[in-house]
């Protein structure tokens, strides 16, 4: 088995996103940086594919299916309903296709392909076994699993709250044995930026995609209050 990797996504121009980042470097900047992040996701999924697993992207919008946008990779409609019916859709669609489904997001660009790789390892075993990347909000920006999970059990879960991770983990009473990521930080607001930049800069093989996004993101953050100190790009 070989894990495939859906990451959920909404369309610019389409359904409102980084409304909160927008708020702090403006509407074009945040969606610049979202389409950024989205790639910079994207690329470190595609490098760590496992032979036999496949990239996709889980679009929010059933019109955006075929935008340009994510000509990139094969596309999914996530659907309809709340996040967890969406969520539960996918990853089902997966399990069905490939034997196990990781979904990400792509608030957190900062992931290295050996954290695919270790959850992808993890659930290529014949017992139910589930990986989770944990957020420092509370949430998560990973969650994969060998097997399809109740609907109702996604449904039951309040996401967007401080303990939605933990509430995930308790409601999926077929998720097996868990194996937990480490701890990555989303960015949902401007103050956000600054530790994605360090993490950025801290990568030790940054793909191309993610050292455009944190040359953007510096240029954010020196706009908004002049030069980041302490980070540095130099010799990327």
Known sequence: MSAAVAIFVKTPGRSPLKTRLAAGVGEAAALAWYQLAAGAVAQVAVAAIRPGGKAYW?????????????????????????????????HNELVEQHGGGILLGADAPQIHRGDLHSAATWLDSDSARSALGPAEDGGFWLFGSNRRQPLAAWCAVAYSQPDTAERLVAALPEAGQWCRLRWLGDVDRAV???????????????TPAQLRLLEYSLHLVEAASGPAAEVSIAGR
Do not use: F, K, Y
């Open 58 to 90: 889980a679009v929010a919008e059933a019109e955006a299916v075929d935008d340009p946008l994510w000509a990139g990779l094969p596309v999914l409609w996530q659907g309809t309903g709340g996040l967890g019916e969406r969520m539960a859709r996918v």
């Open 192 to 206: 956000d930026l600054a530790p994605c930049i360090a993490a950025l800069a801290a990568l030790a093989e940054p």
